[in-house]
Nanobody, 124 residues
Framework: QVQLVESGGGLVQAGGSLRLSCAAS????????MGWFRQAPGKEREFVAA????????YYADSVKGRFTISRDNAKNTVYLEMNSLKSEDTAVYYC?????????????????WGQGTQVTVSS
């Protein structure tokens, strides 16, 4: 079992920045691919970014590429999502997820564990 707890969400003006954190506990964190997903009101949950077990391979949704950066610190069992140049359309609940695999996944069904989510609201 892996427990995931997100933090760092909040209210920010358009153009601003936030950094989300996801602290993991339980099974060996370094064996997992980690991902961030988000769900806006009235919409389905969508992929945002993912990082492989060692942190040297990342992948982003086109909508956030160049603005968001995913990273991880295996010594701290934590994955981060640095969000810059935020837009109102980035408003959503952001979820951290863990996949018991070394390679990146971009689909919800590929992930085995999920956090409870943290709200990000971008005001225009």
């Amino acid at each position: 079992q892996v427990q995931l707890v997100e933090s760092g969400g909040g209210l920010v003006q358009a153009g601003g920045s936030l950094r989300l954190s996801c602290a993991a506990s339980g099974r060996a964190f370094s064996n997992h691919c980690m991902g961030w997903f988000r769900q806006a009101p009235g919409k389905e949950r969508e992929f945002v970014a993912a990082i492989n077990w060692s942190g040297d391979i990342t992948y982003y949704a086109d909508s956030v590429k160049g603005r968001f950066t995913i990273s991880r610190d295996n010594a701290k069992n934590t994955v981060y999502l640095e969000m810059n140049s935020l837009k109102s359309e980035d408003t959503a609940v952001y979820y951290c997820a863990a996949r018991v695999a070394y390679v990146i996944g971009v689909e919800e069904y590929e992930y085995d564990y999920w956090g409870q989510g943290t709200q990000v609201t971008v005001s225009s």
